[in-house]
């Protein structure tokens, strides 16, 4: 059953890597404003022109 | 600062868009055809088209090309808008676009052909695995350029989920492909028997994770908030829900191989972390549903957020179905039944085809400058499909139920209740109810091709939508002329880890075929490698995707010990490239057929390939009829016998070349059985191979045992 040892060695790789990204997102940060970003996707993609034409639509 | 003006690549988009609408009817209309086959045995025309071979174009053609499209649809759209930034090159596009879909054009030559692998959702053969490869190394490589090049320095939660569905996929295809080709088209598993059974459900299990869950709640997480107009629920949740969802999936496969051979530490793990998996899987859900918390008459009028709301509560019925399924006495019934068909139907007609319809609907429209051509049309499609999962799940369900207490019923002499025949006619009517469950659903699916076509007819492609956005601040400031290598040098922590990534990577490529090879040796002596007809015969049963219905691992309980006889041992399948244990059984076990009380003579063999309903009344199995007719091709033995011997299979050295002689005189052994029972034959033809298989085994294990 030796194959039992390389996916746990390539979990646990995978595992790790996953880690240090989320290491990286907290030290970087990314987690600092937990409110914005949700709200901020939705402002993002209409230009603004655009936007007053669909609303007089 | 400056504001920068930019484009948004729409053209991409559509393309994967289209494919996501065409593959999805191909693959649920190949779904319908195998489910009526079920019910219509006579369906099965040609070798061509016989259930075994198309079930795997079925479920390759739903996972790959349908929500493997859907997944680049809607990662390529919201990417760019979330990075605030073009795709990172059009050419990479292009070629990940086109790449992909010549995949799936040679998946639907190559699987109908026979040309499989023999692992369920591993079945493309390996020239296809390395152009996988290479195309999801394609698609990283332009995902991971557009974040490196965002306007937006936060990552927003989706953006994660896609960044983990990319490097473990990776990983997955990547382990799972470890195979030996021994001719240009085909090869043996590097893995054998348990080790093959472990690596494929590790595998399995996280393409379920990754491919069908990571990068649809991605999905969720941008176009539910949009399609709402308001924030998602919770933002901090959706951020542990991730993280936490990603380090548990990893460990869970092993729930497929509960009660089998496999260790038994191993099958704990794996329940232990399928239990866990409940919190982050509701999480997300909890997530999405309360995003239109106050917001519910919304839905009343909307009917992209009808389909979202769907997909999302078939999403937490499967994970909760998920952990309780997992369980060691609820695996012990649902386990081969047709629950589990039911189980894998809710998530992805219900998640992954909801979801899709959702995000099809909100985004052609939008791509397109357009109002969709119709809202009634759309409304319908919600209900033809809502109702098709129900009509599709209910009957399954109920099959699942009745089949697992009927294989398990004695009679008060303690005789099993019900032979596996009458079993199987009664499920014939639950067939044919999820048959119609299923026409409903792709009704539903060709309404909105009809719809999504006037859409698209009455606008006109943004090919090149404009945006703009100020670049990002340049936060570290570099030594100019500093060597790029100081990055590392200074951070001597990361400098160890990256460093001990390489040498694993090494380590494991160096090792691993050694290692494998030599925990092959047999544990139990009397079970011996199989002649070269059986090999041959063997590999027969893989291309006619035997495995789709019938297992060959008896687990310990007395309702199947007395039906298959002696439950399956670890040391019986240290020769098995790859392992043929299945997950269904439409069909009987086979793990003992050539032994015991269940040993039926060549010549029963021959009549019921030929029609299968000739020797037992009422069987849905294809007719094989074609073997009779077709050669066998000997001139592989060679090569087969040599990648076995690197495998580490004890054939004696130069017996190669001998192998074809041996054949010979076993498939005249049998001819002269055939004979016997008044049945001519010349030798060489494939039938002879596939029963000398056949009747091979469960033998070792029943042979005098000399310890």
């Given at each position: 059953m030796s194959v039992l040892f390389i996916l746990i060695g390539v979990s646990i790789l995978v595992a790790g890597s996953f880690l240090a990204a989320f290491l990286w997102s907290v030290k970087n940060g990314q987690?600092?404003?937990?409110?914005t970003p949700s709200v901020r996707i939705l402002f993002d993609d209409e230009h603004p022109k655009e936007e007053i034409l669909t609303q007089t639509k | 600062m400056q504001v920068e003006k930019f484009y948004y690549d729409n053209k991409t988009v559509r393309n994967f868009a289209y494919a996501t609408i065409i593959w999805g009817a191909v693959g649920m209309l190949a779904g319908l055809w195998v489910a009526l086959q079920l019910v219509?045995?006579?369906?099965?025309?040609?070798q061509y088209g016989s259930f075994g071979r198309l079930r795997p174009l079925h479920t390759n053609a739903v996972i790959f090309a349908f929500v493997g499209n859907g997944i680049f649809m809607g990662v390529y759209y919201s990417l760019q808008r979330l990075c605030k930034a073009?795709?990172?090159?059009d050419k990479l596009s292009a070629i990940h676009f086109w790449g992909w879909q010549l995949i799936i054009v040679a998946a639907a030559i190559t699987l109908p052909l026979g040309?499989?692998?023999?692992?369920?959702?591993?079945?493309?053969i390996w020239p296809i695995d390395l152009a996988i490869t290479i195309i999801w190394v394609v698609f990283g490589w332009n995902m991971f350029g557009t974040i490196i090049k965002r306007r937006e320095k936060h990552l927003y939660v989706a953006i994660w989920f896609y960044i983990a569905t990319f490097v473990t996929v990776a990983v997955l295809h990547i382990v799972r492909s470890g195979e030996l080709p021994y001719s240009w088209l085909q090869s043996y598993s590097w893995y054998a028997g348990v080790q093959d059974a472990l690596v494929q459900w590790w595998y399995g299990h996280n393409a379920v994770a990754f491919f069908l869950t990571t990068p649809y709640l991605g999905l969720m997480y941008y176009f539910m908030p949009k399609a709402a107009n308001r924030p998602i629920y919770s933002y901090r949740l959706s951020i542990i829900h991730f993280w936490a969802l990603i380090f548990l999936y990893i460990?869970?496969?092993p729930h497929h191989l509960?009660?089998?051979?496999?260790p038994n530490w191993a099958q704990s793990l794996g329940v232990v972390f399928s239990l866990m998996l409940i919190f982050p899987s509701w999480g997300g859900m909890i997530n999405g549903l309360l995003t239109l918390r106050g917001a519910w008459d919304k839905v009343r009028d909307d009917v992209i957020l009808k389909f979202f709301v769907v997909a999302v509560t078939c999403y937490g019925m499967a994970t909760f179905e998920g952990p309780m399924l997992s369980l060691k006495s609820v695996s012990a019934i649902?386990?081969?039944?047709?629950w589990i068909v039911a189980h894998v139907h809710v998530g992805a007609l219900g998640w992954n085809g909801m979801l899709t319809f959702g995000v099809l609907y909100w985004l052609i429209p939008r791509i397109f400058k357009t109002n969709l051509f119709s809202k009634k049309l759309a409304n319908q499609h919600f209900w033809l499909g809502t109702l098709g999962i129900l009509f599709y799940a209910i009957p399954m369900y109920w099959a699942g139920f009745m089949q697992s207490s009927m294989w398990k019923q004695f009679t008060e002499?303690?005789?099993?209740?019900?032979s596996f025949l009458e079993t199987s006619i009664n499920m014939k009517p639950f067939y044919a109810m999820r048959s119609l469950g299923g026409l409903i659903y792709l009704a539903g699916v060709l309404l909105m091709i009809y719809n999504i076509y006037k859409t698209v007819k009455a606008g006109k492609l943004v090919a090149n939508e404009e945006a703009e956005a100020a670049p990002l601040e340049k936060v570290y400031v570099k030594h100019?002329?500093?060597?790029?290598?100081r990055w590392i040098e200074r951070r001597p922590v990361q400098l160890m880890i990256g460093s001990l990534v390489v040498i694993l990577i090494g380590g494991v490529i160096e090792l691993v075929p050694t290692f494998l090879v030599k925990s092959n040796?047999?544990?139990?002596?009397s079970v011996q490698p199989y002649t070269p007809l059986e090999l041959q015969g063997r590999d027969i049963y893989v291309r006619e995707g035997c495995y789709a219905c019938h297992s060959q691992m008896i687990r310990p309980f007395r309702s199947e010990t007395e039906r298959y006889g002696e439950y399956s041992k670890?040391?019986?399948?240290?020769?098995?490239?790859?392992?043929?244990?299945?997950?269904?059984?439409t069909g009987p076990d086979?793990?003992?057929?050539?032994?015991?009380?269940l040993k039926k003579s060549d010549g029963w063999h021959f009549r019921h390939f030929r029609e299968p309903a000739s020797m037992s009344?009422?069987?849905i199995m294809p007719s094989y009829a074609f073997m009779i007719e077709q050669n066998l091709d000997t001139s592989s033995t060679v090569a087969k016998i040599k990648a076995m011997q690197t495998l580490g299979?004890?054939?004696?050295?130069?017996?190669e070349y001998q192998a074809n002689s041996d054949l010979v005189q076993q498939a005249k052994t049998i001819q002269t059985n055939l004979k016997t029972e008044g049945i001519e034959l010349?030798?060489?033809?494939?039938i002879i191979a596939l029963i000398a298989y056949i009747q091979r085994l469960g033998k070792d294990i029943s042979k005098p045992q000399n310890k």
């Open positions: 987690y600092d404003d937990d409110y | 219509f045995p006579s369906l099965n025309i040609t073009r795709m990172f090159s040309l499989s692998q023999g692992a369920e959702y591993a079945e493309l460990w869970a496969g509960l009660y089998t051979a496999l649902s386990h081969y039944t047709d002499s303690g005789q099993l209740k019900y100019t002329g500093e060597h790029w290598h040796v047999p544990t139990i002596a670890a040391g019986e399948f240290v020769y098995d490239h790859p392992f043929q244990w299945g997950s269904k059984r086979l793990a003992r057929e050539g032994t015991g009380n009344t009422g069987s299979v004890p054939y004696a050295k130069g017996y010349p030798p060489n033809k494939e």
